[in-house]
């Protein structure tokens, strides 16, 4: 496929990107007996169990590799545990010894990627054009950026007590489709990846957030994820009860 690759706009052959990074999917595939499970927002729809990996032909194959790199790679290590310091706590975790503004550049080109596919499950976020043009050169060009540009709130998925038919394993395989947010004076995009939940805000920022520990700007020098039930989050706790109630009547659906 000869067409222009949406990072570097170069006349190229695409190849087949995945916004939330492939590796997130085939942990979710080894989990489970090679599929995820996809919350429906409908008490009809059966849970569909997904092979689809949601991914796009958006970028050459120079780009896709520059990402994967410079970004997904190190970001998927980190939340894993893997490099810098992790640290838990009665309220949550904190990343400690990493690079802020690289991390913060992961989540945006993430929600770039998300924002640039033409995929289904994507349909939910499309950000105004200036703000994609601006995600790209930053990406791209590894431009600085502002210490309040798209400030960002990532919290860890857990349940503080068990909830029957679902386990705490599960908060990592949730695979929901990316969402945006409306405040009064803000707008916010949401989505979830191996048990964390990202919401980045963009234009403005809501005053009932400003002071609050676990939102993450260039200022900031560790990453803190405070615990937060999947079923709090009100865009969820309709279609996670769903999901359970139809798994406890037998109506998962085919591959
Ligand atoms: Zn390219």
Known sequence: ??????????????????SIPDSLFRQIFKAG????????????????????SWSDYLLCGD????????YDEWGLRLLRGKIGQLHRSESGVTFHNLDINRFRKWILSLMWRISISGHKSYSNVNFPREIED??????????PMCRF??????????????????SESDTRTIQAAPFARQYPVARSVCFVMIG???????????????????????????????????????????????ALAKESGGRNGPA
């Open 63 to 70: 780009c896709e590799r520059f990402l994967n790199e410079a």
């Open 33 to 52: 007996s090679g599929q995820a499970v996809v919350l429906v927002g409908d008490d009809v729809t059966p849970n569909v169990l997904s092979q689809d």
């Open 149 to 166: 540009d798209y400030p960002m709130v990532i919290t860890r998925l857990r349940t503080p007590q068990p909830v029957p038919g679902f």
């Open 196 to 242: 964390f939940f990202v919401e980045v805000f963009f234009e403005s920022f809501p005053k009932t957030y400003r002071k609050k520990p676990q939102v993450l700007t260039g200022n900031n020098s560790a990453v803190f994820c405070l615990y937060q039930s999947p079923f709090d989050i009100k865009e969820f706790s309709e279609t996670l009860g769903q």
């Open 134 to 143: 601006h995600l790209r050169s930053v990406i791209l060009n590894q431009l």
């Open 1 to 18: 496929m000869q067409t222009v690759c949406k990072l570097c706009r170069q006349p190229k052959a695409l190849v087949n990107s995945h």
